[in-house]
């Protein structure tokens, strides 16, 4: 029997790109291969949109959801897409529990990749690097991958060891190992993907990289300054001296 699988959408101020990403979601799970995934359910996480974001997912919600693909919505205050996810980890039913970004930047014909590493695996990692070696994310504008460059520098020495692309808003768990780290998590900025990563390491969880196709797409609302630096950095510090009492649940090589 195959897993019921929960796809966890966070969106904030999305109404402009929520809509065509759902449009996209729905068709694609009409295919033969989205209905080879069996029992797919979607959740978005409203995080305290004020652009009718939450109205645009309710409605499309009545429009879409049915038995063979319901679709709800969780609204919760403010708090930034480390929130949003968490919030909707720990509220998801399902076997399998996948969070992906809301503008569909990962195609959601990607979906079995992570379903099937799921299947020998804890935690499927969406990858933007191809086996290749070649860089998805080379799409994106100069500065971005500047930034991503020296961010991943720092976490690899600090925290999350040889993973090389932390930050794929494309992630898959087994609903116990979700449960186990969302409930840990405490950072709740876009370093969130850093942190889960340290713990599942800490926990003894495997992990299984899943190089996945992807696309920049335009609208993002996270700027570079000043202060999103300092806090990046800070986020970035403070993670081991957060979860140093964090114990293995796995033995090594499990």
Known sequence: MSPAITLILPAYNEVARL????????????????????????????????DGTAE??????????S??????VLSVPHGGK????????????GDLLIFTDSDMATPPDQLPKLVD????????????????????RASQPAFRRILGRAFHVFASLWVV????????GFKGFTRSVARDLFTMQRVTSFVFDVELI??????????????????????????????????????????????????RVRPAGS
């Open 67 to 72: 038995p063979a693909v319901p679709m709800s």
């Open 56 to 65: 645009l997912a309710r409605a499309r919600a009545a429009a879409f959801g």
């Open 19 to 50: 809509g065509p990403a759902l449009d996209e979601l729905f068709a694609w799970l009409a295919t033969d291969a989205g209905r080879a995934l069996g029992d797919v359910r979607i959740l978005v996480v409203d995080d305290g949109s004020d």
């Open 82 to 93: 480390g929130s949003a996810v968490r919030a909707g980890m720990l509220a998801a039913n």
């Open 198 to 247: 340290y713990l599942a390491r800490r926990r003894g969880y495997k992990m299984e990289v899943v190089p996945i196709q992807w696309a920049d797409r335009r609208g993002s609302r996270m700027r570079a300054r000043p202060g999103l630096a300092l806090r990046v950095a800070a986020d970035l510090l403070r993670i081991p001296f957060l979860h140093r009492r964090v114990t």
């Open 117 to 136: 590493a799921l299947s020998r695996a804890d935690i499927a990692l969406g990858s933007r690097i191809q086996p290749d070696g070649s860089d998805m």
């Open 161 to 168: 060891g040889p993973i090389q692309d932390t930050q794929c």
